[in-house]
């Protein structure tokens, strides 16, 4: 397969993560005869240093031409001051919807080598993996605001939205990845109290009837859903939820594997270019040490290969990988429990290793 592939390195340790999974691609390449063809291209801090804008146009146009990007991190304190025109961030918010990105991806997977880094019980989280879908470009953070009156009696507000076309596009997203994976569909919503989630409710359940008759099926109210997470993680495969429900849910998840340093994600819209990257930032206060953990960033090509390319084999391999230098006890500082732990490179050619035997 051919392939078209933007790499945004982006700002702090992003250049250095994403030159480690650009070594994962290429021998993932070789190995199954794919022709990738790579560009890098400015985001970020770096690129308002370099053009003043934290998405350049030639970005913007790199990105919409290819098959995937594959994003490091951007922002850092140096581009922090208040009074700046315009910050990192920016860039990534504008990605998003120049893209139409309007689902994000959030595996929730437990490796079982890192099983004492979480701050939950063995018995409890063993097994764990769960793949979240949370709406990205909806609902009440993109909602009317405003305020009245002011002093003592100011009051605001914030709308939730939804549309029917919104709720059908990512639960089909959703519903698909169910049937590639245990499937089962868990909807969160809080229907018992919110309009929006009425609607949202009695969408889901009916392009589950008529698309999907044969996922498992139900639903569950957001409130109970921050409970059973830490109670029996296990029991969930595929969770399909709204922007701010799905905000809470993914970040308290995230706790759940116990290590920032270990977690991709992915933004996927209708048919065009996904966009994979870490769940961590740009940390700052370890780049260019070659301290920074390759994995999350190498895992997101594991979800570049699956949900942009199709590739599950490639996507397995990789995961594979990853899971092989964990056994094999090799650990960048933020995982090692103050153990030995090896450079970002040296984690790169770990896995380079495993992908060549
Ligand atoms: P952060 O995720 O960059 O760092 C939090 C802590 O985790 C730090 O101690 C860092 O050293 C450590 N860490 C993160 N990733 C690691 C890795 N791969 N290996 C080893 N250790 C790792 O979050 P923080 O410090 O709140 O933000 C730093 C900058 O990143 C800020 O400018 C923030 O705006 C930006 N950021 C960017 C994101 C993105 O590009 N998607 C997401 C989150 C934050
Ligand atoms: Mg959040």
Excluded at 67 to 77: F, K, M, S, W
Excluded at 307 to 324: F, M, Q, R
Aim: hydrophobic share 45%; with cysteine; charged share 25%.
């Amino acid at each position: 397969m051919k392939a078209n592939l933007v790499l945004l390195p982006g700002d702090g340790i992003g250049p250095e993560i994403v030159a480690q999974a650009k070594r994962v691609l290429e021998v993932i390449a070789a190995r199954f005869d794919h022709e990738f063809e790579y560009s890098s291209h400015l985001i970020g801090g770096i690129a308002i240093d370099q053009c003043g804008d934290p998405l350049p146009q030639e970005t913007i146009d790199a990105c919409k031409q290819s098959d995937a990007i594959l994003l490091g991190a951007v922002g850092g304190p140096k581009w922090d001051d208040p009074s700046a025109k315009t910050r990192p961030e920016a860039g990534l918010l504008k990605i998003r919807k120049e893209l139409g990105l309007f689902a994000n991806l959030r595996p929730i997977k437990l490796f079982d080598e890192l099983i004492d880094a979480s701050p939950l019980r063995r018995d409890i989280i063993e097994g764990t993996d769960i793949l979240f879908f949370r709406e990205l470009t909806g609902g009440i953070y993109f909602g009317e605001s405003g305020r009245s009156g002011s002093g003592d009696t100011e009051s605001a507000y914030q709308m939730m939205v939804y549309s029917v076309p919104e709720v059908e596009r990512i639960v089909r997203l959703a519903a698909k990845a169910a049937k590639q994976r245990d499937n089962r569909l868990t909807s969160v919503d809080k229907a018992n109290v919110l309009e929006p989630s009425r609607l949202w409710r009695s969408v889901a359940a009916r392009v589950m009837k008529e698309e999907f008759p044969e996922v498992q099926y139900d639903v569950v109210l957001v409130d109970s859903m921050a409970m059973h997470l830490i109670n029996r993680p296990r029991d969930f495969d595929v969770v399909v939820t709204g922007n701010m429900f799905g905000d809470i849910l993914t970040d308290e998840a995230s706790m759940l594997p116990g290590s920032l340093g270990m977690l991709p994600s992915a933004s996927l819209g209708d048919g065009g270019p996904g966009l994979y990257e870490p769940i961590h930032g740009s940390a700052p206060d370890i780049a260019g040490k070659g301290l920074a953990n390759p994995l999350a960033t190498i895992l997101a090509t594991a979800m570049l290969m699956r949900h942009s390319l199709g590739l599950n084999t490639e996507a397995e391999t990789i995961e594979w990988a990853v899971s092989a230098v964990l056994a094999d006890g090799l650990r960048t500082a933020d995982i090692a429990r103050g153990g030995d732990a090896i450079s970002t490179e040296a984690m790169g050619d770990a896995v380079v290793a495993q992908l060549t035997v």
